[in-house]
T-cell receptor, first 112, second 113 residues
Framework: SQQGEEDPQALSIQEGENATMNCSYK?????LQWYRQNSGRGLVHLIL?????REKHSGRLRVTLDTSKKSSSLLITASRAADTASYFC????????????FGKGTKLTVNP | NAGVTQTPKFRVLKTGQSMTLLCAQD?????MYWYRQDPGMGLRLIHY???????AKGEVPDGYNVSRLKKQNFLLGLESAAPSQTSVYFC????????????FGPGTRLTVT
């Protein structure tokens, strides 16, 4: 069963706008990762945030983690058409470090 | 470096046929994974390996077998294909445990008729 659930399932915005995607999970974690998947391609790692971190930045990406609410958000600022993709969160489970559990993803469309 | 490669890219099987999907990585990673991706279901873990000669079951292992005879290769076998195994299969590897990022292959699109 999925550990993480992304919200919304689909998001359509205009180029230049910000895009925010949310991820909720069920059990305590060691870390949470975000991945991007372009249509017909494999997943690409974007960013990892550890359970003792609250916020992390990478270029136009900002990830927050609230362990008390068991949720994370991915913000893409000044979006571009090339950001059109599906975005997945993935979590491990505290006490088990061998595998990730992926959510069902948010499909982001950035219109030029 | 090629990263993670998968062969074949596409395959059509008839029900009951068998096949093997090959995953290869050239990053000297210890951990390797096989996932399947179905519409609306995200990625689900089939089997994984934490090192050469080891394998373990994931979330949806039934109908699949795996082998990791060499560190750089992870094979996924379907002994008797069923239409329910129609999916896109992804292989991934990571340096060590899941506190490290996973690197994904391009995927294999399998159709079972």
């Amino acid at each position: 069963s999925q550990q993480g659930e992304e919200d919304p399932q689909a998001l359509s915005i205009q180029e230049g706008e910000n895009a925010t995607m949310n991820c909720s999970y069920k059990t305590s974690i060691n870390n949470l990762q975000w991945y991007r998947q372009n249509s017909g391609r494999g997943l690409v790692h974007l960013i990892l945030i550890r359970s003792n971190e609250r916020e992390k930045h990478s270029g136009r990406l900002r990830v927050t983690l609230d362990t008390s609410k068991k949720s994370s958000s991915l913000l893409i600022t000044a979006s571009r058409a090339a950001d059109t993709a599906s975005y997945f969160c993935a979590t491990d489970a505290q006490g088990g470090s061998e595998k990730l559990v992926f959510g069902k993803g948010t499909k982001l469309t950035v219109n030029p | 470096n090629a990263g993670v490669t998968q062969t074949p890219k596409f395959r059509v099987l008839k029900t009951g046929q068998s096949m093997t999907l090959l995953c290869a990585q050239d990053m000297n990673h210890e951990y390797m994974y096989w996932y399947r991706q179905d519409p609306g279901m995200g990625l689900r873990l089939i089997h994984y390996s934490v090192g050469e000669g080891t394998t373990a079951k994931g979330e949806v292992p039934d109908g699949y077998n795996v082998s990791r005879l060499k560190k750089q290769n992870f094979l996924l076998g379907l002994e008797s294909a069923a239409p329910s195994q129609t999916s896109v299969y992804f292989c991934a590897s990571s340096q060590r445990e899941v506190s490290y990022e996973q690197y994904f292959g391009p995927g294999t699109r399998l159709t079972v008729t």
